[in-house]
């Protein structure tokens, strides 16, 4: 059963820097491409960015692009979201989630969340 957990989640002022991982068990990393999205309060749920399996290629948000930096290492099974200047904007649960195929319509596996609250 593959599960994936996030972490880092925390409340920052605005304009600091924050790195979620998510890892995974019940697999390995490699075979999946990965994503992050986030639901801000009220809100539905939106993409973030994602990588491809190979980490060789990467997407983002028009909101996230340029501040927010996506990685993974499949050897260590984990996967990152750095963010940079942080927006209250931003606050939201995020969530990663995995599937077998590059950009699919609806990611298969997903994590719990973990709450990112940006605020003075």
């Known amino acids: 059963q593959v599960q994936l957990v996030e972490s880092g989640g925390a409340l920052v002022q605005p304009g600091t820097s924050l790195k979620l991982s998510c890892t995974i068990s019940?697999?390995?990393?490699?075979?999946?491409?990965l994503a992050w999205f986030r639901q801000p309060p009220g809100k539905e749920r939106e993409f973030v960015a994602a990588?491809?399996?190979?980490?060789?290629?990467?997407d983002y948000a028009d909101s996230v692009r340029g501040r927010f930096i996506i990685s993974r290492d499949n050897a260590q099974n984990t996967m990152w979201l750095q963010m940079y200047s942080l927006k209250p904007e931003d606050t939201a649960v995020y969530y990663c989630?995995?599937?077998?195929?590059?950009?699919?319509?609806?990611?298969?596996?997903w994590g719990q969340g973990t709450q990112v609250t940006v605020s003075s």
């Open positions: 989630a995995a599937d077998r195929w590059n950009n699919p319509q609806e990611y298969t596996y």
């Open positions: 990588i491809s399996r190979s980490g060789g290629s990467s």
């Open positions: 019940g697999s390995t990393l490699s075979p999946y491409a």
